[in-house]
């Protein structure tokens, strides 16, 4: 059973940065693509970024192109996710999660692990 912890979240202004991290058991972040998602209240569970274990390919959702980055240490088992530029409308519970394949994909389907996520509050 793989287990995944975020950390990292909090409350940041808009314009500033945050950068989460993800920790996980064993040896998930070398055999697993990894994701992030993001739920905000009253809304579904969305796609924000993912990459690849065993190719680089990346993903990212429209909304944070260019403003966050997602990257992996594999010794250390832990996956990141960087935020810069951030907006009120990135305010939402994120969370990281393992996918079924080393290969990544966009679809919530596909990630079979889950962290219990962490808040981003984005606010004045």
């Known amino acids: 059973q793989e287990q995944l912890v975020e950390s990292g979240g909090g409350m940041v202004q808009p314009g500033g940065s945050l950068r989460l991290s993800c920790a996980a058991s064993?040896?998930?972040?070398?055999?697993?693509?990894m994701g992030w998602f993001r739920q905000a209240p009253g809304k579904e569970r969305e796609f924000v970024a993912a990459t690849s274990a065993i190719v680089e390919i990346t993903y990212y959702g429209d909304s944070v192109k260019g403003r966050f980055t997602i990257s992996r240490d594999n010794a250390k088992n832990t996956m990141y996710l960087q935020m810069n530029s951030v907006k009120p409308e990135d305010t939402a519970i994120y969370y990281c999660?393992?996918?079924?394949?080393?290969?990544?994909?966009?679809?919530?389907?596909?990630?079979?692990?889950w962290g219990q996520g962490t808040q981003v509050t984005v606010s004045s």
């Open positions: 064993g040896r998930t972040v070398a055999k697993h693509a």
């Open positions: 999660a393992a996918h079924r394949t080393p290969i990544a994909t966009m679809f919530r389907d596909d990630y079979d692990y």
